[in-house]
Structures are given as structure tokens and as C-alpha cells.
């Protein structure tokens, strides 16, 4: 565990004087698992990517049962280009493996925070904070006002035929 992250995170929740929930499970850096551990389903998860768009990265925030929707960022942001980060351009960006990236830019990670407006529909977030053996669990207009996230349409349900992602870094296998 980074616990520079899980601590920030921790302390950045705390001095925002927003109620969550902590949850210890076993190591979860899938979304599917981390939702089982958590007791919750996976449609309240958040799905924390870091994806480059043109020359800058940034954290995209999705509901975990869903697929990032490059075509839609793209066109939200003016960008001709994304992908995701390679898992060291990950390491280096956050201090963070793959799977225990929490949702939040800064104060807590430094890379410019979207969220897709789909989150909103919920009325909790669950995410890993920092850790793929800590969760927290949160109202989503809490997590709103403290993340101030930018909004974006930036997900799609998956569809039959969709390519598994790697479990290392939520890529696609094409």
C-alpha cells in the first residue's frame, strides 16, 4: 500500500468533514472483486483511469461496470487524441499500482480530474483508496463537493464482442 496516498486521501476527507465508510477485504484490484469484498454492487463502484488526452494525462472517473468511451472524451474535450497510461507512466504519475488509484485529483493525486456525468445517477461511490486492500464508501454529492470533478459524458455500457481488459491496467486486448 502507498500510504502516502491512502493517508492523504484519508486526511483530505476528514478536513473536507464528510462522512465514509472504510472497508478492509482481501486484495481486490479488479472492479468486480473490490464490489464483492466491498459487499456493494458493482454499479456504485468508481473506475479511476489515468488516461493521456493529447499531451496531458488525467484521472477519469466511471462507474465501474462500465467502459471508457474514448470517441466520447475525444469529442467533450476537443482532443484528437487518448489512451491509457502504461503502467509505469502510472507508477511514475500516481506512486500507484494499477487497481488502487482513488478517485480524486489534487489535493490528493495531481492530474486533472473528469468524471463521467453518469456517476451522478448514483447516490454512493465506492473506490480503492490507495490500496487494493482498503475501500471507502461515500454519498456521490459528497464526493462531488470536496473532488470538484469536471463533468463529462465519458462512458459506455460494454456491449457483446467487447475485448476483455488487462487486469493490470483496464486496457483493452485487441
Known sequence: MDESVHTRLLR?????????RTV?????????????????????????????IDDVFALCVLRAHQRLDSGALRRALKASRTRFASRAEL??????EPGTVPPFGPPVLGLPLLL??????????AFNAGSLEHSI???????????????VDLARDPVPGDA??????????D
Open 91 to 96: 507508477l511514475e504519475l500516481t506512486g500507484l
Open 12 to 20: 483530505f476527507l476528514d478536513q473536507a468533514r464528510v462522512a465514509y
Open 164 to 173: 476483455p481488459t488487462t487486469p493490470e491496467t483496464g486496457a483493452r486486448r
Open 137 to 151: 464508501v461515500m454519498d456521490v454529492a459528497d464526493y462531488v463537493r470536496c473532488a470538484r470533478p469536471r463533468l
Open 24 to 52: 478492509e477485504h482481501p486484495p481486490a484490484g479488479r472492479s468486480v472483486d473490490a464490489a464483492a469484498a466491498r459487499g456493494e454492487s458493482l454499479e456504485i463502484g468508481g473506475k479511476a483511469l489515468v488516461v493521456k
Open 116 to 125: 463521467d456525468r453518469g456517476v451522478l445517477d448514483n447516490e454512493r461511490i
